[in-house]
Structure formats: structure tokens, C-alpha cells
């Protein structure tokens, strides 16, 4: 990193999203957790493979090193500019708590999601793909997993700012590892769209979507998460990538689930994840990356299998209120 702090981009308005009216600002986000951030610092070696992105000098993100070390995923608004065209030029790597480095040192090692158009969210198209300059063989990358992960508990990740539920995200505070943990609750715009979970204190009063939350281990994503890791993690331990972080918001409007009323990562706000269980998604990936990456089972111990996706939450369709988002 260098001495100057990355800072996120600021993007235009998104246009309308089928009966959803949303906006969007502020690419780049962190976790921010129920408890004081300093109990969610990442140290266990299994989030390795997690990645912080310097863009161009300047734009902090997040990202996640694939299966074989040659290519990280991201979010396609941390490389593109508010109509989709590519801007980023150059991007520096870090994994491993900055024990490993890597370049990407061209435009064209870099590609993104055909359907992206720099602007409207929710559509489950915000990726992009990075080709290293050379492969890392010393920290392990993460197969993705093309199941259905909606209902599933997935363990967030990334570099973004940080804070708690209660006050929100810390500016300025991007570039540290933290986890936390949420469950996909709902498809944003019905049967097609980005995967939505909410950030929740345990109280049907700040709850958007789903259940209350999942209590101490609850956590949320705010600026610098952009491209960052959702995981699941299968009956043998191991994780599997199965989203990305696209972007954040709050319900506008009389609804009043927002605890403070303000997009900076508290309770009661949403996000949302460019997610894998759509075919067309993993058969991008397949076709840039290699068909080694991606995964449609997970591995089981003793008869165990992770907890499938609940097909009912399918129904809920989108939010059916007036959304406000931002780029993650």
C-alpha cells in the first residue's frame, strides 16, 4: 500500500431496477460487525486467499484468489467507471497479511462480466476476472461453488472499512483483513438477480429481510469490501467461494429499519452478492479460468452435507419496498 490511504470511487445514479426504485454511490466496502471490530481481525490462515486491490494507484478493493493461483475475482465497478468501460490500467496484490504480492500490469488481463453496464445493480453481473502476471504458489486459492447457496450461512470477508452495527463504518479505515458472518436471504429482484442478506441486531424492528440474525457473529459490509469473499463452508471445513460483494443500501421511504437512517454499514441496511448458483455466471468463469475452479458438489464427512439453500426464501422475490443501494 502506499502512503496515500485508497480511497473509493464515487459512481453515478443507477437506473431504475424493475419495481425496485434504487440509487447507487460509493463503490469499495468493509465488514463491519455486531461486537467491537478488533474481535473480528482476520488470523487464520484458511482467508489467506483473500485480497487486497490497489487500483491504479488510488482505489481500494477486495478479491479472492482462485484455484491455481493464476487469477483473482473481483467486482466489476472496481474496474470500471459508471458505463462499464474498463479504466483500470494497473493493480497490485496483496494476500496472506501482505506476505505475498502480486501484479496484474496490463488492461488487457483484465476482463469483465459481458452483461455489466457500470451502473444498475442487482443483477447479478458485477464481476470481473484478473490475470496475474505470474501464478501464486504460496498461498492457496478457493474453488467456486455453483449450488444453490440462498437460506445458506456464509462467512464474509474482506479489507474494506470497519466499525460496528450500532455506529456504522470508521472512514479512512480500509486495508486490514476482518471477517464476519451473514445469511443470504433473499434474490434481489426475484429469481435472476444478486443475492441479499441484511445486517441485523437480533430485533424485528431493524430486521429488512429474513430472520433477526445470527447474534455475535452477525456482520455486514461497507467501502473497500467491493470484490470481496462470501464463503460456505462444507462438512469438511473447507470454504468455497460462492459470492462477491457488489454493493450495499437501505430501505428509503417510511421504513424506518435503518437504525440511524444513514448508508454507512449499520443495522438494519442490506447487501448484496454477484452469486454463483446461476449457470451463466459459472460458465464465464469456466470459460476465462478453466473448469478446474468451479465445483457443483461439496465434499462430506461421516454422511454430513452442508445445510442446502431453503427453495422457500425463493418465493420472497425481490424487496418489495423502495430501495436505496451503493456499490460495496
Not at 434474490?187 to 429488512?208: K, P, Q
Not at 467461494?241 to 435503518?258: A, P
Request: charged share 10%; proline share 2%; aromatic share 8%.
Amino acid at each position: 500500500m502506499t502512503a496515500t490511504t485508497p480511497t473509493p470511487r464515487k459512481l453515478a445514479l443507477a437506473a431504475p431496477l424493475l419495481a425496485l426504485l434504487a440509487t447507487a454511490s460509493e463503490p469499495a466496502q468493509a465488514i463491519v460487525s455486531t461486537t467491537a471490530s478488533s474481535n473480528w481481525l482476520a488470523t487464520d490462515d484458511s482467508l489467506d486467499g483473500v485480497a487486497k486491490l490497489l487500483i491504479n494507484g488510488s482505489t481500494g478493493c477486495s478479491g479472492t484468489l482462485l484455484a491455481g493461483g493464476a487469477y483473482v475475482l473481483t467486482a466489476a465497478h472496481c474496474v470500471t467507471n459508471s458505463s462499464g468501460q474498463l479504466t483500470a490500467t494497473q493493480i497490485s496484490v496483496t494476500l496472506d497479511g501482505g506476505a505475498v504480492t502480486a501484479q496484474v500490469s496490463a488492461s488487457s488481463q483484465i476482463s469483465v462480466y459481458g452483461s455489466w453496464n457500470g451502473s444498475t445493480l442487482g443483477l447479478n453481473n458485477d464481476l470481473a476476472l484478473l490475470k496475474l502476471d505470474s501464478a501464486v504458489t504460496s498461498v492457496e486459492g478457493y474453488q467456486v461453488y455453483a449450488g444453490q447457496s440462498l437460506g445458506s450461512t456464509v462467512i464474509l470477508a474482506g479489507y474494506g472499512y470497519t466499525g460496528t452495527g450500532s455506529t456504522g463504518y470508521s472512514s479512512g479505515s480500509f486495508g486490514t483483513l476482518h471477517w464476519g458472518m451473514n445469511t443470504y436471504d433473499l434474490l434481489y429482484s426475484g429469481r435472476s438477480g444478486s443475492l441479499v442478506y441484511d445486517f441485523d441486531d437480533g430485533t424485528t424492528a431493524h430486521n429488512a429481510t429474513g430472520s433477526t440474525g445470527l447474534g455475535s457473529t452477525e456482520a455486514g459490509i461497507a467501502p473497500g469490501d467491493s470484490g470481496g469473499a462470501s464463503f460456505i463452508a462444507a462438512a469438511d471445513g473447507s470454504y468455497y467461494l460462492v459470492g462477491v460483494h457488489s454493493f450495499g443500501g437501505r430501505e428509503t421511504g417510511s421504513d424506518t429499519t435503518d437504525i440511524d437512517g444513514t448508508l454507512n454499514g449499520s443495522y438494519g441496511e442490506y447487501a448484496g452478492d454477484t452469486g454463483f448458483y446461476s449457470a451463466a455466471t459459472a460458465r464465464w468463469l469456466i470459460g476465462l479460468a478453466g473448469s478446474g475452479v468451479v465445483v457443483t458438489s461439496l465434499p462430506t464427512v461421516a454422511g454430513l452435507v452442508p445445510e442446502p439453500g431453503s427453495a422457500a426464501l425463493m418465493a420472497a422475490g425481490g424487496l418489495l419496498l423502495a430501495l436505496r443501494r451503493r456499490k460495496a
